[in-house]
């Protein structure tokens, strides 16, 4: 795989990852999208 998309992909997930843990914060732990508790993929 060519580094660059590698490392746009990591990026992309770098991000989701921060706006699960914004909308998590905003909701005070209420479930996110797909109705999983952030807290179930939080390391």
């Known amino acids: 795989m ?4 590698f490392d ?4 992309s997930e ?3 990852m921060l706006i ?3 909308e998590y914060m905003l ?3 209420v479930p996110t999208k797909g ?3 952030f807290s ?3 390391r």
Do not use: S
């Open 20 to 22: 699960a843990r914004h």
């Open 2 to 5: 060519d580094k660059n998309v």
């Open 40 to 42: 179930a993929i939080k």
């Open 14 to 16: 770098i991000c989701t």
């Open 35 to 37: 109705g999983i508790p």
């Open 27 to 29: 909701n005070k732990g």
């Open 8 to 11: 746009l992909l990591q990026f």
